[in-house]
């Protein structure tokens, strides 16, 4: 398996955790390059079910080393828990051994997650509707030079200076708001105990990556969000502050950008989205009410319900093109049972009233969907597994988005479990 990054092509949550769980029985590395624990990655194996955050989605892969990335932000608090409800599970990654830390990936600290909250106030009716884990404000303070980073969480004298610093800023503004400041001596004393358990998992991944590829182990990066909440080609300034595409794969592991030869493309059969933010083939009503129960379409890391909305081809086209995806899974088509006609989305009308086929995200704002209808189906998929045993509306469905996505599905999936994928 050559280095391969899986990404999702609208706003998350595409069901990206099995994938990779899947991919990775033949990766030997799997790497988190970006995001936190804003993510939330669900993973079905023999009836158990483990929502992941931080930890990468091979948790459940015996033989695989979990890497996360120097472009990650990691709250040890929730990094500590979220290893502990994995061991209480009979789930343990082994520090050192299977699960890798970067030391140069930046912390959350709690003053972060308490600025999140701040700014979404202010932010009033243009609130990005954020996870509230305080992943902008640590990656603002990464690009503004004032982080604290995971190997000094076994430096004490570093440490020490580093929370002073940030607290001396952080307090002020905390203070201008009637929000409780931080202390300093306490913050430091936890940030060095986490320092002190964590650290047989703090290493130098990028080192320990490039030596792996030279060696020709597999390596899988996982991607978190979606391309459509990438920083920079998302739909600004409703997206996450990390380059959520593939883009944020070398400056978030340290492999070099031509490290990537593989780039599976996740996305739904239909859309959704959590948070604010436009959403041009959003629908509401009953018909989303009927795809959320049955898609259990609640976030799973806030448990808010999700938006809910057709397949949008014009956007997975540009997102396909953006992250140079070379193979597209389709998920959830089982949960389209019973719905007809289906919609897919092959244009828009802009605010402006311009009619376009093109999704760009300064324009997006607003742009009505252009749609085309496809014939239903109405049998349960959940245990089909052979393309040609599908209905025939139901490849009808896939091999037009295929064309209108411009990239080939290799794979569809019926299920949240392991084994209901269809390979074409
Ligand atoms: P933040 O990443 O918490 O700052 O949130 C920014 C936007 O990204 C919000 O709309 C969140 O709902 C969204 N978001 C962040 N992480 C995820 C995810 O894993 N799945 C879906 N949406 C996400």
């Not at 609130?127 to 303070?141: F, M």
């Not at 245990?383 to 045993?389: S, T």
Request: proline fraction near 6%.
């Amino acid at each position: 398996m050559p280095t391969t990054c899986v990404i999702g092509l609208l706003w998350g949550d595409e069901g990206k955790g099995k994938i990779i769980d899947l991919l990775a029985e033949n990766a030997d590395y799997v790497v988190r390059y970006g995001g936190g624990h804003n993510a939330g990655h669900t993973l079905v194996h023999e009836g158990r079910k483990l929502v992941l955050h931080l930890v990468p989605s091979a948790a459940l892969r015996p033989g695989v080393i979990n890497v996360i990335g120097n472009g990650v932000v990691v709250d040890p608090f929730h990094l500590r828990s979220e290893l502990e409800g994995l061991a209480r599970r009979g789930c343990s990654v082994p520090l050192g051994e299977r699960l890798l830390v970067s030391e140069s990936a930046h912390v959350i600290l709690p003053m972060h997650r308490a600025l999140d909250e701040l700014a979404e106030r202010l932010r009033g009716s243009e609130r990005i509707g954020t996870t509230g884990r305080g992943i902008g404000p640590a990656y603002a303070d990464r690009a503004a030079r004032t982080g604290l980073r995971v190997g000094d969480l076994v430096r004490p004298a570093r440490l020490r200076a580093g929370v002073a610093r940030i607290a001396a800023e952080k307090n002020a503004l905390l203070r201008a708001f009637d929000e409780p400041e931080v202390d300093v001596r306490r913050l430091g004393d936890d940030l060095l105990a986490l320092g002190a358990e964590l650290r047989p998992a703090i290493a130098d991944t990028g080192h320990v990556l490039r030596e792996a590829q030279r060696a020709g182990r597999r390596i899988l990066a996982e991607g978190a969000q979606g391309v459509l909440l990438d920083v920079d080609h998302g739909t600004y300034p409703y997206v996450t502050s990390s380059s959520a595409s593939t883009g944020g794969v070398a400056p978030g592991t340290g492999l070099p950008p031509q490290a990537v030869q593989r780039v599976v493309g996740v996305v739904k059969a239909y859309a959704t989205r959590v948070g604010s933010g436009p959403f041009p083939s959003e629908l509401d009503g009953e018909l989303a009410h009927r795809i959320r129960e049955a898609g259990h379409e609640y976030g799973s890391t806030t448990g808010r319900p999700r938006r809910v909305g057709w397949f949008d081809a014009v956007a997975v086209r540009y997102s396909v093109q953006v992250s140079g995806t070379t193979e597209v899974v389709l998920t959830m088509l089982d949960v389209l049972r019973g719905i007809d006609p289906l919609h897919l989305v092959t244009g828009y009308q802009l605010a402006d009233g311009r009619r376009v086929e093109r999704f760009a995200p300064f324009d997006i704002d607003g742009a009505r969907p252009l749609t085309e209808s496809l014939p239903g189906f109405d049998v349960d998929l959940s245990d089909v597994r052979r393309y040609e045993d599908l209905p025939a509306a139901a490849r009808a469905y896939v091999e037009r988005v295929e064309h209108l996505i411009g990239a080939p599905i290799g794979t569809v999936s019926v299920g949240p479990g392991r084994e209901q994928v269809i390979r074409r």
